[in-house]
T-cell receptor, first 115, second 113 residues
Framework: GAVVSQHPSRVICKSGTSVKIECRSL??????MFWYRQFPKKSLMLMAT?????????EQGVEKDKFLINHASLTLSTLTVTSAHPEDSSFYIC???????????FGNGTRLTVT | GENVEQHPSTLSVQEGDSAVIKCTYS??????FPWYKQELGKRPQLIID?????GEKKDQRIAVTLNKTAKHFSLHITETQPEDSAVYFC????????????FGRGTSLIVHP
């Protein structure tokens, strides 16, 4: 159990366009979902915490108007990278958990390339 | 907030040797310490976790120890195999912070056959 599905796995887009990434918990209800950005050979950088039905909490330095997060249900959270630029190219990965202090379950990640 | 330091950043061992990865945390209120393994191009996966009410936990070749006084915890892998090669992340989380885990920088473990 505890499967998290993330789509798309890879996306290439042109500078100035927007890209939406979906994160779904397939077999459990996730009270909280997290969005991370991971640079090559680097750790997971938390971008925001998303709780169902409420506004996401963004980490310092993360532009909330650029990285729009919606957590419409207990099984779905989306990250939209708006007006993407080449510097937004990265590996984005979501995670979800059933309840506080339970293990995180990660999606497979999305490799975003902005040309 | 919480700060997690992880060492070493890279660890190279021969197959069959043991590997130890260490993490320290700053906030004594942290009470949950998971370890994740991320193989190249794949998602991080939980391999073992420990809560602050125990000092050691073992699962086959993997063990984790926790020293609350010193605020450090370690991952021990015995009889390493090439398939253990991956990046390992430690994390710490605490009540009051909505249990948002803080991750270490990761350790790239390379097991040479």
């Amino acid at each position: 159990g505890a499967v998290v599905s993330q789509h798309p796995s890879r996306v290439i887009c042109k500078s100035g366009t927007s890209v939406k990434i979906e994160c779904r918990s397939l077999d459990f209800q996730a009270t909280t979902m997290f969005w991370y950005r991971q640079f090559p050979k680097k750790s997971l950088m938390l971008m925001a915490t998303s709780n169902e039905g409420s506004k996401a909490t963004y980490e310092q330095g993360v532009e909330k108007d650029k990285f729009l997060i919606n957590h419409a249900s207990l099984t779905l959270s989306t990250l939209t990278v708006t007006s993407a630029h080449p510097e937004d190219s990265s590996f984005y990965i979501c995670s979800a958990r059933r309840e506080f202090n339970s293990p995180l379950h990660f999606g497979n990640g999305t490799r975003l390339t902005v040309t | 907030g919480e700060n997690v330091e992880q060492h070493p950043s890279t660890l190279s061992v021969q197959e069959g040797d043991s590997a130890v990865i260490k993490c320290t945390y700053s906030d004594s209120a942290s009470n949950y310490f998971p370890w994740y393994k991320q193989e190249l191009g794949k998602r991080p996966q939980l391999i073992i976790d420990i809560r602050s009410n125990v000092g050691e936990k073992k699962d086959q070749r993997i063990a984790v120890t926790l020293n609350k006084t010193a605020k450090h915890f370690s991952l021990h892998i015995t009889e390493t195999q090439p398939e253990d090669s991956a990046v390992y992340f430690c994390a710490a989380s605490m009540s009051g912070g909505s249990y948002i885990p803080t991750f270490g920088r990761g350790t790239s473990l390379i097991v040479h056959p």
